[in-house]
Structure formats: C-alpha cells, structure tokens
C-alpha cells in the first residue's frame, strides 16, 4: 500500500535501510555526518542530478529511478579510477510517498550493497521529481585518470557495448514497445568500477561515456590537446542492438548516443596486453576502437578505411 507519511517519517524509513561501515563514525540523523577519510589517500567527489522527463521516462520504475541515481554518479568515480565509498542523497518529491522511496531505496541500495558505498545524509525536500547524488571516494595520489592525459599514439579502448541505451530511448520516444534488454541498459547501467580500478597505472585518459562516445571522446582530445581516428563498424555491439538497427542507424545511436556509461580510455600501445589483463580481471569486455593523433579533430572511418567525418560533423564538439 502506498501512503504519504511526514518528510521526518521518509528520513527514518531511509536511516532504518542504510549499510553501516567502518569509516562511517556518524551516519544520517544529525546536521552533518563524521567521516573518516583513509590516511595518505586523496578524496575524490563527484555528482549528478537525474530529472523525471529529461533524464528518465516518467513512467521509469522507482527502483530503477534509485539504481541509475546512484549508478551514473559511481560511473564518475570509476572513470577517474576511485575506489567509492560514500554518498549523500537529496531527493525532491511531489509527495511524501513511501511507496515510492521505498522503491527507490530498493534500487539505490542493492547497487549501493554490491559496491560497499555508504548513504550517509541527505535532504528531502517537496517539488518536482529530482534525485540529486553525490559519491566520495579515495585514490592514491598521482593515480587518477584523468581526461587531459592521451597521447598522440595511445589505442583509444572502450569497454562493454555503446548504443543499447540510446536504443531504448529511441523505441521509446517513437512510442513503440522497448526492448527489455535494451531497458535494461538504459534503466540499470552498469558502472565500470573494478575496470577503473584495474586500469590505474595502465590507462593515460580516461572518461565515461554519457553523453555519446564522440562527445565524451572530444572532451577527452580538447583536454589533451589531441586529435582520434576511429573506426566507426568496430565499435563494439550487443546481439540485440544487432538484431534491432543496421547500418547508418546504429552508427549513429553507437557514435553519437548517451547513456551508455562505458569507460573510454587511451593507452600506450605497449601496454596492450595490460589493458587485456585488466579488462579479464574485472571480467569486462574491452575493445580497441581506435587511435589518438596529432592532428585535432576526430577522423571517422568506416569498416573500409573510408573517412565519415561530414557525415557526423554535426556531433563533433571539438572540430
Ligand atoms: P537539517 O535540517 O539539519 O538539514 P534534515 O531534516 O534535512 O536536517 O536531515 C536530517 C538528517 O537526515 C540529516 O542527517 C540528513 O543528512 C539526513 N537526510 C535527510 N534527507 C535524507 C535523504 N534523502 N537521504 C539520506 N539522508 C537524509
Ligand atoms: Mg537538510
């Protein structure tokens, strides 16, 4: 049964559900919370707010609502390759739901659970739908990936497959029925942690994959002073992103789609065979997509070798 209960009464159903950790010397119920940072490590903070209609269907479930909340903020952290830890949550309701935070909670948490991260404060306030999250994590000094790494040389590496998200939203959009595993994708994206991790030391760039591979990999060359060439038909494909759109429309949801969350990083060729080890170590798919130049700009090729870039200039932020 839903009910609508006082925001003090949501706070408690949120304190009663949160994982404890060591770290954690005060948690949710005073003005702040009493952390303990690891000693020599550096902080690393990151966050995203997700709004009902722009960055999820309305209709989304609530659990899902509260797995992408914190999902996307944990894919920061991966990409920089931290280790989370905490998180604070500000929620904006139309009403005091419980059904709905409870929903909510049950995404939020299980993810939250399955990366040993810590809801340690918030704010609930009325309003429009609005999740707003916010993760702390640690990393060793020097070791973050960073975008403003890549160097002329460097294979461009993804990880997973790009397009499925941007596929749901397609279907979805053109009012069509969607596909449960592309909503899977787009509804519970999974952030590339231990990727992250294994590739300190490894990766010289680094960035996830939100709002389209050729807009996050412009960011990547911008911040590098860098130009790519990528091989567009290489860019990798789940079956049912296959089965689903062919050739120039699934370039365009591959090259150009959010939401994918995927780790795009650049490293030494000569350290091919380390990408591979720590791509099998946190059991992630990898595949090289490409190649950072001197020359700015991105060149798109085709299966062939065929340069594409006109084709998608228009999402190309950097040239
Ligand atoms: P204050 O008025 O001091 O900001 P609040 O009533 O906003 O206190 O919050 C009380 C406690 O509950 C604080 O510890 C706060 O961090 C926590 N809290 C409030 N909303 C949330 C939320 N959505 N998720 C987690 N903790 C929350
Ligand atoms: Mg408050």
Not at 25 to 48: E, N, S, T
Not at 55 to 65: G, L, M, Q, R, S
Not at 236 to 265: I, K, N
Request: hydrophobic share 45%.
């Amino acid at each position: 049964m839903d009910s609508t209960v006082a925001e003090f009464d949501l706070i408690e159903r949120i304190r009663r559900r949160v994982a404890a950790r060591p770290d954690v010397l005060l948690g949710i119920g005073d003005d702040a919370a009493l952390l303990q940072p690891p000693v020599g490590m550096h902080l690393v903070v990151a966050m995203d707010t997700l709004n009902s209609g722009v960055h999820f269907p309305p209709e989304t479930a609530p659990a899902d609502i509260g797995w992408k909340a914190l999902a996307v903020n944990l894919s920061d952290l991966a990409a920089m390759g931290a280790s989370p830890a905490w998180c604070t949550l500000s929620l904006s309701l139309p009403d005091a739901s419980t059904g709905f935070v409870e929903g909510f909670l049950d995404g939020f948490l299980a993810l939250a659970a399955h990366h040993d991260v810590a809801l340690v404060g918030g704010d609930t306030t009325r309003g429009p739908l609005s999740v707003c999250v916010a993760v702390h994590g640690f990393i060793e000094p020097g070791q973050a990936l960073r975008r403003d790494g890549a160097c002329v040389g460097d294979d461009l590496w993804v990880s997973g497959t790009l397009g499925d998200a941007a596929a749901a939203l397609s279907q979805w959009q053109a009012g069509g029925a969607i596909d449960p595993a592309l909503r899977l994708r787009l509804d519970r994206p999974t952030p590339r942690v231990s990727l992250g991790r294994a590739l300190r030391g490894i990766a010289a760039s680094c960035i996830d994959v939100s709002d389209g591979l050729l807009a996050d990999l412009g960011h990547v060359c911008k911040a590098s002073g860098v130009g790519a060439w990528l091989d567009v038909d290489g860019l990798p494909a789940s079956p049912v992103l296959r089965a689903s759109f062919d050739g120039e429309a699934r370039r365009r949801l591959q090259a150009t789609g959010g939401d994918d969350y995927e780790l795009l990083f650049t490293a030494p060729a000569r350290l091919r065979d380390s990408v591979l080890k720590a791509a099998q170590s946190s059991q992630t798919r990898v595949t090289c997509i490409g190649q950072i130049t001197a020359v700015p700009g991105l060149r798109i090729q085709d299966g062939h070798g065929q340069l594409l870039s006109n084709s998608y200039a228009s999402f190309d932020h950097f040239a």
